[in-house]
């Protein structure tokens, strides 16, 4: 059986090669726990998939949803794993067949925004981008 130290370990090092970081308590320390344990712990790091597929996965998941925080971060994260900011853009269109033209409009939308900020911080024009 696994050990829980084992998981955490693994799950730590999971999140920090998906999102190029340490993650950060939130307001529910216990839900962080949660997440790192069985999340990235358990499910990122199952055998079947690439850590770039399971963030595919991932960032489909949060478009759909329109959870503009976690697209954000899964945004950021598909950047970091190596993603071009054109495939980003590509799976935001695609989803519009699935989850419907508001579900794509406001990823794009969400998409635009952090590639502004990393343009931003970049000292970047951000005109070529749209």
């Known amino acids: 059986m696994d050990q829980p130290a084992a998981r955490r370990d693994r799950g730590e090092a999971m999140f ?3 999102f190029g970081r340490e993650p950060r308590p939130g307001s529910y ?3 962080l726990q949660i997440t790192v344990d069985h999340l990235f712990g358990e499910i990122w790091t199952r055998p079947h998939l ?9 960032l489909s998941a949060v478009t759909l949803a329109r959870t503009d925080w976690e697209l954000r971060g899964h945004i950021g994260a598909a ?6 900011r054109e495939k980003i853009i590509e799976v935001i269109i695609q989803l519009a067949y699935y989850g419907g033209w508001p ?6 939308r969400v998409a635009q925004e952090v590639f502004a900020e990393l343009d931003a911080a970049a ?7 749209r």
Do not use: I, K
Request: charged share 30%.
């Open 103 to 108: 579900v794509a409009n406001n990823g794009l």
């Open 29 to 31: 320390p216990e839900f």
């Open 123 to 129: 000292g970047r024009d951000t005109d070529d981008d």
């Open 79 to 84: 950047l970091h794993l190596g993603m071009s």
């Open 50 to 58: 690439s850590v770039e597929e399971r963030e595919l996965v991932a």
């Open 16 to 18: 920090q090669q998906v």
